[in-house]
């Protein structure tokens, strides 16, 4: 029984290390980064951008459409990490390049 509970406890820790889809939580060294962490729906909100610019940069989009989202991208994250410990402020941000990474890939037809 102490052996299952040893096995068990180190594949949780092995299993725990928090991962936000744009960066791994264990080095979250700014104040906007550990509250995303410490965080489910930023978490959520943070996977969900993530996702959807990585899907449109890996779609195959004109290269003047993938440069202008890797731009917007860039601008978010500077927003993002302005926005420190201040959840409200890091909803928006995300809502914001959300709706923004949205209507390129509607555009793009994805």
């Not at 820790?13 to 410490?38: D, R, Y």
């Not at 402020?89 to 949205?102: E, H, W």
């Amino acid at each position: 029984m102490k052996v299952r509970l040893s096995v068990f406890v180190l594949a949780c820790l092995a299993a725990g290390e928090a991962q936000a889809a744009s960066f791994n939580c264990a080095h979250a060294f700014l104040p906007a980064e550990q509250t995303i962490c410490g965080n489910a729906n930023l978490n959520r909100l943070d996977e969900q951008t993530a996702g959807m610019y990585f899907l449109i940069v890996g779609s195959g989009a004109p290269e003047a459409t993938i440069t202008q989202v890797k731009a917007s991208q860039s601008k978010f994250i500077v927003q993002r990490n302005a926005c420190e410990t201040n959840v409200d402020c890091l909803v928006d941000a995300y809502t914001s390049q959300m709706m923004y990474l949205k209507n390129e890939k509607s555009n793009l037809g994805l």
